[in-house]
T-cell receptor, first 114, second 111 residues
Framework: EAGVVQSPRYKIIEKKQPVAFWCNPISGHNTLYWYRQNLGQGPELLIRYENEEAVDDSQLPKDRFSAERLKGVDSTLKIQPAELGDSAVYLC????????????FGPGTRLTVT | QKEVEQNSGPLSVPEGAIASLNCTYSDRGSQSFFWYRQYSGKSPELIMSIYSNGDKEDGRFTAQLNKASQYVSLLIRDSQPSDSATYLCAVTSGSARQLTFGSGTQLTVLP
């Protein structure tokens, strides 16, 4: 079974530029999460999707961040415009929606804003 | 106050020893508890989950949960240099079972 797929793996952009990250969850996993992980910290939730619905986006900085999950499968997270403080690893995770609540992470996208 | 606390380490143990990693959490209503291993430059990998009080063993790993003390731990027996990584404790709470992570404990197993 294929794991969570993310692209790109690395991205370097100048501040004020836009950037987008893509995630394809494990097949059959209805719940998808985007996290941000800063160096030396644990992942912090940005947004959670149940199928195509964003059910928890309270931690998403909505002035510059947006996300979508069309058709309830793959998802895109966008930042526009990027700021220096956005440099981090952006992780996508998925869960099958059952009772175990186990989340499985993709490889992440390391974003560097210069 | 952080919701999930871990000693940041670094924790160093000799090869073959038992490594003990600890985690406390603040939400008494937390329901599910996980340990993730994260190698440098890699993403978190789920290694253990525990849902009820007591011990859960999987190979060289044992997770221990004490809900009364709001404490969860991970023991790694016969530690190997390949176990050197950061170990993240994660706890779910609330009706949405949102996962909250600690900052991780860096473990180094010395050959």
């Amino acid at each position: 079974e294929a794991g969570v797929v993310q692209s790109p793996r690395y991205k370097i952009i100048e501040k004020k530029q836009p950037v987008a990250f893509w995630c394809n969850p494990i097949s059959g996993h209805n719940t998808l999460y985007w996290y941000r992980q800063n160096l030396g910290q644990g992942p912090e939730l940005l947004i959670r999707y149940e199928n195509e619905e964003a059910v928890d986006d309270s931690q998403l900085p909505k002035d510059r961040f947006s996300a979508e999950r069309l058709k309830g499968v793959d998802s895109t997270l966008k930042i526009q415009p990027a700021e220096l403080g956005d440099s981090a690893v952006y992780l996508c995770a998925s869960r099958d929606g059952g009772s175990s609540y186990e989340q499985y992470f993709g490889p992440g996208t390391r974003l560097t804003v210069t | 106050q952080k919701e999930v606390e871990q000693n940041s380490g670094p924790l160093s143990v000799p090869e073959g020893a038992i490594a003990s990693l600890n985690c406390t959490y603040s939400d008494r209503g937390s329901q599910s508890f996980f340990w993730y291993r994260q190698y440098s430059g890699k993403s978190p990998e789920l290694i253990m989950s525990i849902y009820s009080n007591g011990d859960k063993e999987d190979g060289r790993f044992t997770a221990q949960l004490n809900k009364a003390s709001q404490y969860v731990s991970l023991l790694i027996r016969d530690s190997q240099p390949s176990d050197s990584a950061t170990y993240l404790c994660a706890v779910t709470s609330g009706s949405a079972r949102q996962l909250t992570f600690g900052s991780g404990t860096q473990l180094t197993v010395l050959p």
